[in-house]
């Protein structure tokens, strides 16, 4: 008799604030806790049953996405293509204006695909100093949240360069930036960057790289380098990297894309969504509660769909089955940024956004910040988690529950070593609760913190 699998959801929150040093969130991101009751078709074999993470949907093999780098207006052609074969993708940008965000990054952003980080200025990473290189990649990324109102998880490194000959320690000081920035992964030449790049083992995602062409892919190269990764064991392939299409370009780039898309084991999606899932499914733990009768209880306690920038189901592996486990936390409703500009003490401000809020940050070089946050809605705020991000360091740190009307002020002290000389932004990443909405804050002040 064939099995038999029903799925039924048990939310658990997790209590905020704790940030447990475990081999499997290795980056210390946010979790929370929700049981999955798994049905079987005898209860020897819901006794029996055991449930690992897939980061490949059922039926899937390969999880495919697009990488277009650098901030103009042929993205609109390329996303087209992309938009009539099925296939949507990660747009790297940098600074442009008012008119390309309301224009061009909107018109992306609406077709389905997300922004990925590509520098404020596309500088040679390898060549800046420490307060640039943290500015370059920090700031471009919270304020490219705030614009496309998705997390921006994702980043591409501008030439492609993050080692130098005559400096042993460039990948190692990029690879610091980002890490204290938040970004999640890279599809990138190089592979297995997590090493150079300081991160725990395995918890960078990286993807098979293939750049076919510019201005006219060449279709058999592309396809010869798919056949090659996929004997490698390729799990996650990248097309790019650059809209500059001829219009037969643009034809060969929708013939290769039809063709990806018609690959019935193969789903295409932007990076944001294939780092949610490999990210998901490396960050969380599973845990076996109990059998009853004919049901399996699992516990699943792991990052939620904002901290790993897309609301992507994790796969189940039960048996020999495949199984969707939905995530039980949204996706942020919406995305403000509170800025300090002059770093004055004392301050709230408001945000040109839709968010219930006031909040300020104040940085003290004698080595701490000051947080305010006032609930200026109607709705009661749980207790919250969030992140201090700083160009040596990252500090967790707790905002208790707020009624309305009420403000929080909290001090969060720092190490001298995580400030760098130079003009520099801090901020605070914070995803508050709100009745049954998430937003997420970034807490901004900027300044010459070592003067």
């Given at each position: 008799m064939d099995r038999m699998i029903k799925l039924f959801v048990?939310?658990?929150?997790?209590?905020?604030?704790?940030?447990?040093?475990?081999?499997?969130?290795?980056?210390?991101?946010?979790?929370?806790?929700?049981?999955?009751?798994?049905?079987?078709?005898?209860?020897?074999?819901?006794?029996?049953?055991?449930?690992?993470?897939?980061a490949l949907p059922p039926g899937k093999n390969v999880l495919f996405s697009c990488r277009w780098d650098d901030s103009n207006d042929r993205h609109l052609k390329t996303a087209e293509v992309m938009r009539e074969t099925g296939c949507?993708?990660?747009?790297?940008?940098?600074?442009?204006?008012?008119?390309?965000?309301?224009?061009?990054?909107?018109?992306?952003?609406?077709?389905g695909n997300t922004v990925g980080n590509h520098t404020l200025s596309h500088p040679r990473l390898t060549e800046v100093g420490a307060a640039r290189l943290w500015n370059e990649i920090f700031e471009n990324?919270?304020?490219?949240?705030?614009?496309?109102?998705?997390?921006?998880?994702?980043?591409?490194?501008?030439?492609?360069?993050?080692?130098?000959?005559?400096?042993?320690?460039a990948a190692a000081r990029i690879g610091k930036a980002l890490r204290h920035a938040g970004m999640l992964g890279a599809p990138e030449y190089f592979r297995d960057q997590a090493v150079p790049y300081g991160y725990p083992v395995g918890s960078f995602v990286n993807s098979f790289l293939i750049t076919p062409g510019d201005?006219?892919?060449?279709?058999?190269?592309?396809?010869?380098?798919?056949?090659?990764f996929l004997r490698q064991g390729a799990t996650h392939i990248t097309l790019g990297m650059h809209s500059n299409h001829t219009p037969a370009g643009l034809e060969k780039l929708r013939r290769i894309l039809a063709s990806c898309a018609r690959r019935s084991d193969w789903h295409c999606c932007t990076e944001n969504e294939a780092i949610a899932r490999i990210?998901?499914?490396?960050?969380?733990?599973?845990?076996?509660?109990h059998a009853d009768g004919a049901v399996a209880v699992f516990r699943l306690t792991g990052p939620p769909p904002a901290s790993l920038g897309w609301n992507a189901p994790l796969t189940g592996c039960v048996g020999d089955r495949r199984i969707e486990l939905p995530h039980t936390m949204p996706m942020p409703k919406a995305i403000g940024l509170f800025l300090n500009r002059?770093?004055?003490?004392?301050?709230?401000?408001?945000?040109?956004?839709?968010?219930?809020?006031?909040?300020?940050?104040?940085?003290?070089?004698?080595?701490?910040?000051?947080?305010r946050l006032e609930n200026t809605g109607g709705v009661f705020c749980s207790a919250t988690s969030g992140i201090l991000r700083l160009p040596g360091e990252n500090i967790r740190f707790t905002i208790p529950e707020l009624e309305p009307g009420r403000q929080a002020v909290i001090e969060i002290p720092f190490h001298a070593d995580a400030l760098v000389d130079g003009e520099i932004a801090v901020a605070a990443e914070l995803d508050v609760e709100a009745g049954e909405e998430i937003y997420r804050l970034w807490i901004a002040t900027r300044g010459n913190f070592r003067e």
């Open positions: 048990l939310v658990m929150w997790c209590a905020a604030g704790t940030f447990p040093v475990l081999a499997g969130n290795p980056l210390l991101l946010p979790e929370y806790v929700r049981e999955y009751r798994v049905e079987f078709s005898s209860q020897e074999e819901a006794a029996a049953a055991t449930m690992t993470l897939s949507p993708g990660t747009f790297y940008l940098c600074q442009a204006g008012p008119n390309y965000y309301a224009g061009t990054m909107k018109t992306l952003v609406d077709g990324r919270y304020l490219y949240e705030v614009r496309s109102q998705l997390p921006v998880t994702a980043f591409a490194l501008p030439f492609c360069a993050w080692r130098r000959k005559d400096d042993p320690t201005r006219e892919p060449d279709e058999e190269r592309f396809f010869v380098e798919v056949e090659q990210s998901g499914a490396a960050f969380t733990r599973v845990e076996k509660l002059n770093n004055l003490s004392g301050r709230l401000f408001k945000c040109a956004e839709r968010v219930p809020f006031r909040a300020g940050l104040f940085l003290d070089p004698a080595g701490s910040t000051v947080l």
